[in-house]
């Protein structure tokens, strides 16, 4: 079965500092997919970035990027000049076998 | 383009009510699938459609959930006989390609 773990409940950056968010998985398929979501209080689920696992360069998009080592099971997070709506639940979630594996999520708090 | 809807937004069922929650995907994706939320918890699957076909529905978590899609367009969650356990945000996703989706608002479900 997959899992996916998020070791940091919570974190804390300062506005325009540079944050970095956590995520570890277990799959056993070869090929597929990894995404980072993000929840913002009461609000829906909204793709950040996404990271094919038979690519070796690390997505960017705009502010957000990914450090994906797959030998290592790793994907993390990076928020760039971080700002006030960057405020969100973050979960890490691999694609497998038709669904989403969600981990826990981590909750950002931006500091101004 | 409009995005996934779901309605309604919030439902209050006394328990033993039978509730039934509606998505409408984002019109052409095949794929659709349900996840539930429970509060500060990332998001677990419950079921995957493609087309009218229900391909995997490993995640309902007793016999009390249905789930349908008799055209492949709009889909129904049906929970028979509510309990306290079911009180959770019901979230429906859409994809094109089964790989990267798109998530509605949720229904907000308290089951008194």
């Known amino acids: 079965a997959q899992t996916v773990t998020q070791s940091q409940p919570e974190m804390s950056v300062q506005e325009a500092e540079t944050v970095t968010l956590s995520c570890t998985y277990d799959t056993s398929e070869s090929d597929y997919y990894l995404f980072w979501y993000k929840q913002p209080p009461s609000r829906q689920m909204i793709l950040v970035i996404r990271q094919e696992a038979y690519k070796q360069q690390n997505a960017t998009e705009n502010r957000f990027s990914v450090n994906f080592q797959k030998a290592a099971k790793s994907f993390s997070l990076k928020i760039s000049d971080s700002q006030l709506g960057d405020a969100a639940m973050y979960f890490c979630?691999?694609?497998?076998?038709?669904?989403?594996?969600f981990g826990q999520g981590t909750t950002l708090q931006v500091k101004p | 383009g409009a995005g996934v809807s779901q309605s309604p937004r919030y439902k209050v069922a006394k328990r033993g009510q039978d509730v039934a929650l509606r998505c409408d995907p984002i019109?052409?994706?095949?794929?659709l699938f349900w996840y539930q939320q429970a509060l500060g918890q990332g998001p677990e699957f419950l079921t995957y459609?493609?087309?009218?076909?229900?391909?995997?529905k490993s995640g309902l978590p007793s016999d009390r959930f249905f789930a349908e899609r008799p055209e492949g367009s709009v889909s129904t969650l049906k929970i028979q006989r509510t309990q306290q356990e079911d009180s959770a945000v019901y979230l429906c996703a859409s994809s094109l390609n089964a790989y990267e989706q798109f998530f509605g608002p949720g229904t907000r479900l308290t089951v008194l």
């Open positions: 459609f493609q087309n009218e076909a229900q391909l995997d």
């Open positions: 019109s052409g994706h095949v794929s």
């Open positions: 979630a691999p694609h497998g076998t038709g669904k989403l594996i």
